[in-house]
């Protein structure tokens, strides 16, 4: 029985997925209301229905019941029958270039995103912040996980970002209590946002030159301590700028990090990323990470290396702090200090160094799972670090470590070996 | 003029003289051993070549170009090749990644292309990889390519790094004892690697070594290094009816 | 003139803090090359034993009707505290760092990180957000010499600080054990083969540098008598940055950079807005670090990330 469905799920390509998950959402949005009433749930499980379950235990039946309906079984029912289908679809786009292929999956993983989160403004709220976090993660990954140094000062780039940001946008285009009249009419806005995360972006790479140039001259863990200082001469300096809100912050900030603001953020930077980590010119910072003796004497400018990537790392915390910024309309400086970093590293510390899948597996894992224990409240900070205690010891460098993304072969069809 | 020259190089280590007055002149195409007891300073004259230590004094020259003062990473990319005695490779990539990133210096495409999978990203992979494993091919190690290197059995790991240091196209390959920890058996073999890389790539090659019969069977002309000072240098039977190079080597087991 | 000498007092008493916890953190370096990023929060832990046990002892000798001395209670409280903070100390080793030895050092300085972040969440969860303050145990006297006033108060932590200090480095130079921790900070890898364990050395340098941060919690309890369950996150964070300007694994070092660390945090407070003081105090390590990348008294390493 489980030989036939390895056979059966195994031959399922990721378009395939899909299409299950699409049914899913659809069934959920024309018959999860129902369903949740008939089965005595307060509402529509927002999270899988462990926030339920772990409200009111009793519930547990029901919540279970619910997400095998409306998730479990739709998925692989489509996913199963519609499998010979979705690898013919998979082959032909093979055929297509690469970028298309990605493109469409991405737009059909766009739908099934825009569906679930149209169910409830939480579940729009937690998506987005998710997609900032795998941003996040990610972008530590490049410096923690693929060149191997340690950097604390991810808070404070995001900082620089979501301040960078913030300004361009209540400058140019808001009436502000700080700035006063807008300069440029709003309508214009949400086209220049990319601009204004471009700006976030190129801030925070600034902020990163200021920590490279005194770091890079020695290796080891000089540089965990002196992005450690810059996160808190970051954090404090923004306190101490009267211009831009000082301890209080600034609010206000247009309504434009939309979900599909967000989740091409998140595609663009999942693409650069990968990209260039696994080129030949990005792979130099897994030597220099390894044995930087030995990458010089292959011709890799060390140097240079190291500062780009530290730099390409904050672009993106950045930018992703821009998008923060804009989600959550307000930004204080004491959003930026230890306990963030603490919730960054764990995030990337979990899922996997030195891997892409790794990082969107560990900021979705630890935001859905401090999403979901919610209602244990402070237990939820026990659980947590506990949980990342044990994959430390057991698994020290993550979860899914040194994986490589083959986009191309994730893509493609998984047809049955003949004679399997 | 030679090929790779160097002249009266010196080095301190705080008050330590660890290299004194060094000279060498490599043609192309030769072989030159460096031999001398355990620290005499041959890897301090093999860091100085290659820029990681500069030199006090002297002056080191590949093809009539100066290489003081220049980083490593230039003066490997000018055409100087080399492999560490305990070899140094990047305990987590493969193999072919090994021989794929040496080709550093000759990628062509810039940090937009690698960001953004340009067409010329994709093209210049290809011939990168390609070249890869040829050089893989050539020194045996073509079907460990998608390996971890520290998968790999010790005699393997020494030829993917003697690949490694081909892939950035040497005019000069320097050898930091390519034997270390191996068997009779294997080094015999190694002469064999050693002399078909310089027969197919017409490399010059200066290699250190504590094993004299290695050198011997290879090397045109010896410098034997003691102190830090070059004590002897001529051909195979010159230095081994030295009586100098006797006495800086009686009681070493290694001599033969 | 007399304002500069009632800071000087000030910066003394604020460094202590700092430098009793940096020798934490600087001891466990350099035995292991890695740091704990635990012991801020083994401070705060600290502190709160420390209240519990002044509690307990005040509410006994009401009960029994003797009447002990504050001094003797204060000592006693101490001891206690500094005892079974110790034995935290050692948990804290053994669960998240002994592990972990030969992961890379990021790995455990996360463990590090989480267990601190358990410590802080287990206090909120066990005793509340109720704020406690530390009982009082002796009488503050204000002596007023020359314009400059002190408490008596202040004179007690700087002198029980000094003292704690001297007692290590004793003990360092001194004992058998002291040696024994020495010869490992030389080499953890070799020194193994002589027949001191690294299992040993390695909870005891824990447990040592546990005891002084649970002495300096009692001591800051007693200046700032309101204790909170985060207040380990700023001094200890702070205290880490004190022990790498002293030069990483260097106790000297460690102590000195802890009360330099003071000394410009009350000066800048003194003479600019104290919202400039993280500020201007983190710019002038960065400056220093910039100058001098191994601290005062470190020396060059080159030990990579183990990954």
Known sequence: MTERLKEIYGSVPVIGWLIGMLVAVVTESAFGAGLAYALYLPKVPALLGLTVVLKQPSMFPAAILYVFLIYALPIFFAAGLTAPWANRMAAAMEALPLWLSAILHLGVLYLVLHLWTDMSDYRLQISKLTMIAVMLTLSINVINGYMGEFSCSHPGFMALGAYASSTFSLVLFRQDRLFGAPILPEFLGPYMFPLGLLLGGVAASLGALVVAIPSFRTRGDYLAIISLAFMFIVKSVFENLEVLGGPRGMGGQPHWATLPAVFIGMAVCIVVINNFVNSTMGKALNAVRDNETAAEAMTVNTRRTKMTAFMFGAFWAGVAGGLYAHELRYVNPSSFGIQSLAEILAMVYFGGLNSVVGSVVGALSIQMLSEALRPLELFKWIIIPLLLILVMIFRPTGLIAFRELNVKRTLGPRVRKSGG | ?256 | ?307
Not at chain 2, 136 to 156: M, S, W
Not at chain 3, 92 to 100: A, F
Not at chain 3, 160 to 179: D, E, Q, T, Y
Request: aromatic share 10%; with cysteine; proline share 4%.
């Open chain 2, 1 to 256: 003029m030679a090929l790779l020259e160097v002249s009266n190089m010196t080095h301190y280590f705080g008050g330590l003289r660890a290299v004194d007055s060094y000279s060498l002149a490599i043609d192309p195409g030769e072989i030159r051993g460096l031999i001398g007891p355990n620290g005499a300073g041959k890897t301090t004259v093999f860091n100085l070549i290659t820029g990681i230590h500069v030199p006090s004094e002297g002056r080191v020259s590949l093809n009539g170009r100066s290489l003081i003062g220049l980083r490593p990473h230039r003066i490997a990319a000018l055409g100087l090749g080399r492999t560490f005695q305990n070899m140094l490779l990047w305990r987590h990539m493969t193999v072919l990644e090994h021989v794929k990133l040496a080709h550093y210096s000759q990628i062509s495409y810039g940090l937009m292309s690698a960001f953004l999978g340009s067409r010329k990203l994709s093209r210049e992979e290809i011939r990168i990889e390609e070249n890869a494993l040829r050089l893989l091919e050539i020194f045996d190690v073509a079907h460990y390519a998608d390996q971890i290197v520290t998968n790999l059995p010790y005699g393997a790991q020494r030829r993917v790094e003697m690949a490694r240091a081909m892939a950035i196209r040497p005019k000069v390959l320097l050898l930091d004892e390519p034997t270390a920890g191996m068997t009779t058996e294997e080094m015999i073999q190694m002469i064999g690697i050693v002399r078909r890389l310089h027969e197919q790539f017409k490399v010059a090659i200066l290699l250190i070594e504590h094993r004299l019969k290695f050198v011997m069977e290879l090397c045109g002309r010896i410098q034997t290094l003691v102190f830090g000072e070059v004590i002897a240098e001529g051909t195979p039977y010159d230095i081994k009816n030295n009586p100098k190079v006797i006495e800086a080597y009686l009681g070493r087991e290694d001599i033969t």
């Open chain 3, 1 to 307: 003139m007399e304002f500069v000498l009632q800071n000087f007092i000030n910066a003394m008493q604020w460094g202590s803090f700092y430098a009793l916890i940096a020798l934490g953190y600087s001891m466990v370096y350099s035995i292991l090359m890695l740091f704990n990023f635990t012991h801020g929060d083994i401070f705060m832990t600290g502190a709160y034993i420390g209240f519990g046990a002044a509690t307990v002892l005040l509410f006994l000798t009401a009960s029994v009707g003797i009447s002990v001395p504050g001094w003797l209670l204060l000592i006693l409280t101490i001891l206690i505290s500094m005892m079974l903070t110790s034995l935290l100390g050692i948990i804290v080793e053994r669960v998240g760092y002994r592990p972990l030895r030969d992961a890379p050092r990021a790995s455990a300085a996360i463990t590090g990180l989480m267990i601190g972040i358990i410590l802080e969440t287990g206090n909120l969860a066990v005793l509340g957000a109720r704020r406690f303050s530390f009982p009082s145990l002796i009488e503050t006297v204000t002596y007023n010499i020359g314009g400059v006033y002190f408490t008596n108060k202040k004179i007690l932590i700087v002198g029980v600080s000094l003292f704690l200090m001297l007692l290590l480095h004793a003990f360092i130079r001194k004992s058998r054990w002291g040696m024994a921790m020495r010869a490992m900070s030389y080499d953890y890898q070799v020194v193994p083969l002589m027949g001191v364990s690294l299992n040993m050395i390695a909870p005891m340098t824990f447990a040592i540098g546990s005891a002084l941060a649970a002495a300096a919690g009692i001591l800051y309890g007693m200046a700032y008598p309101v204790l909170d369950p985060y207040m380990g996150v700023l001094l200890g964070w702070k205290s880490f940055v004190a022990a790498i300007l002293g030069g990483r694994g260097s106790i000297l070092g460690a102590a000195l950079a802890g009360f330099l660390l003071g000394f410009i945090e009350i000066f800048t407070a003194m003479i600019f807005p104290s919202t400039l003081r993280d500020l201007i105090a983190y710019t002038i390590i960065l400056l220093i670090l910039t100058f001098r990348p191994y601290g005062f008294f470190g020396q060059p390493y080159t030990t990579q990330l183990r990954l």
